[in-house]
């Protein structure tokens, strides 16, 4: 699987979008990009995942470039409780061979009242 | 539907005790994994299972056995508790049997081995 770079912390305002980076410039055609976040304390949820087209649900939207080494997840309104460690996981479609979702550090999203 | 459950969620070990961290699902998923988190690292996958019966390795199995004897249940022994064993120890199922589609996490259980 792709490595993916994340930065280490970001801060955002309550009430404001928050915007998470994820490079991936290894990524093969057949990679699916993947975001998990993980509250203090708790067990990784996840959020979105999307191949190349931009993709939308009720947390999040998913945006990924043109030449897919790279992608942002968007939350339209962040509110306290997404402060978390955001995970960029890039994860190989491929007809059950691949088990493992491979967490690097993340990003730390804290969001400010 | 409770989802992924995991039981206890803190346990206190002496080193060579053995115990029996618990995993269930009521989402009838055919795949089931076990993690442990350790501070400042990721995720590290000690075992999987892809339904009844069948079990596998991930990337770190040693000290660690698994059994799969019903789809809903997924228990992790540690056979005998070592200090390096204390982590964070998370369960997830996914209805793919590769594993690749979402997955669920269970709140996790906080180990601690003297």
């Known amino acids: 699987d792709a490595k993916t770079t994340q930065p280490p912390s970001m801060d955002c305002a309550e009430g404001r979008a928050a915007n998470l980076p994820c490079n991936h410039s290894t990524i093969s055609g057949n990679e699916y990009v993947y975001w998990y976040r993980q509250i203090h304390s708790q067990g990784p949820q996840y959020i979105i995942h999307?191949?190349?087209n931009n993709e939308t649900n009720e947390m999040a939207s998913l945006i990924i470039t043109e030449d897919r080494k790279s992608s942002t997840l968007i939350l339209p309104h962040a509110t306290l409780r997404d402060t978390a460690v955001y995970y960029c996981?890039?994860?190989?479609?491929?007809?059950?061979?691949?088990?493992?979702?491979?967490f690097g550090k993340g990003t730390l999203l804290t969001v400010n009242p | 539907n409770a989802g992924v459950t995991q039981t206890p969620k803190f346990q206190v070990l002496k080193t060579g005790q053995s115990m029996t961290l618990q995993c269930a699902q009521d989402m009838n998923h055919e795949y089931m994994s076990w993690y442990r988190q350790d501070p400042g690292m990721g995720l590290r996958l000690i075992h999987y299972?892809?339904?009844?019966?069948?079990?596998d390795q991930g990337e770190v199995p040693n000290g660690y056995n698994v059994s799969r004897s019903t789809t809903e249940d997924f228990p992790l022994r540690l056979l005998s508790a070592a200090p390096s064993q204390t982590s964070v120890y998370f369960c997830a199922s996914s209805r793919d049997r590769g594993g690749q589609e979402t997955q669920y996490f269970g709140p996790g259980t906080r180990l601690l081995v003297l």
């Open positions: 996981i890039a994860l190989k479609y491929s007809g059950g061979s691949n088990y493992k979702l491979t």
């Open positions: 299972s892809v339904g009844a019966g069948i079990t």
């Open positions: 999307g191949l190349k």
